[in-house]
C-alpha cells in the first residue's frame, strides 16, 4: 500500500473535514480528456516518471492520492511526491510531458466519499462541500481537486475518494 501525503485534521464540520496539508512537490502531467478517462491517461506518463524516467533515473515510491484538477479544457493529473522529497531534490523528468510543481502549506476542506470516478458525481459533491464551507466560515481560496486513493480494479463500493478544496477564514 502506497504512503499517503502528510497531514494534520484541524477540525471537523458538517459535510467536510479541514486539514492541514504538509508542503509538497507534484508531478504533474497535462490531459486533454473527459472527467472520467483523464486519470488513466495521466497515470501512465506518470508512473514513467516515478519508474525512473527522470534525471538521474530513479526510482521514486508511489504515494496516494492520486489528484486529478479539472481546468477550463484539459485536466492536470498529479503524483504526490513522498515527504522526503523537496523542490531542491525531485529528480527531473525526462519526459517534456512531466512537470513539478511545489506547493506550499495549505489548509483544505475535504468531502470523504466512496463510490464510482463521474464527472456528474465530482460537480454534485464540489457544490455541496462549497456550501458548507461558506457555512462554516470559511471561502474557497483555489481550485477544487480530484483525489483517488484506490487502483481502477478496486470495487467501485469500497473506492475511498476525496474532493479537496483549498480554504481560507472568511475576512
Not at 484538477?69 to 525531485?90: G, N, Q, R, W
Not at 529528480?91 to 456528474?120: C, H, I, Y
Not at 483555489?142 to 481560507?168: L, S
Request: charge should be positive.
Amino acid at each position: 500500500m502506497a504512503k499517503e501525503q502528510k497531514y494534520e485534521v484541524v477540525a471537523n464540520f458538517a459535510g467536510f473535514e479541514l486539514r492541514n496539508y504538509d508542503e509538497c512537490v507534484l508531478a504533474d502531467v497535462k490531459v486533454r480528456a473527459d472527467f472520467e478517462k483523464a486519470g488513466s491517461a495521466g497515470f501512465g506518463t506518470l508512473v514513467g516518471y516515478i519508474g525512473g524516467q527522470n534525471q538521474p533515473n530513479t526510482k521514486i515510491a508511489m504515494t496516494a492520492p492520486v489528484i486529478q484538477e479539472p481546468t477550463a479544457d484539459e485536466h492536470i493529473v498529479s503524483f504526490v511526491m513522498p515527504s522526503e522529497i523537496d523542490k531542491h531534490s525531485a529528480p527531473k523528468p525526462t519526459n517534456s510531458r512531466v512537470s513539478l510543481r511545489f506547493m506550499p502549506q495549505e489548509l483544505v476542506a475535504v468531502d470523504r466519499f466512496t463510490g464510482r470516478w463521474t464527472s456528474a458525481s465530482y460537480q454534485e459533491r464540489v457544490s455541496k462541500l462549497l456550501i458548507a464551507i461558506a457555512a462554516a466560515g470559511y471561502r474557497a481560496a483555489g481550485n477544487a481537486r480530484f483525489a483517488r486513493f484506490d487502483p481502477p480494479w478496486t470495487p467501485w463500493f469500497i473506492r475511498r475518494n476525496e474532493i479537496h478544496i483549498p480554504v481560507a477564514p472568511l475576512a
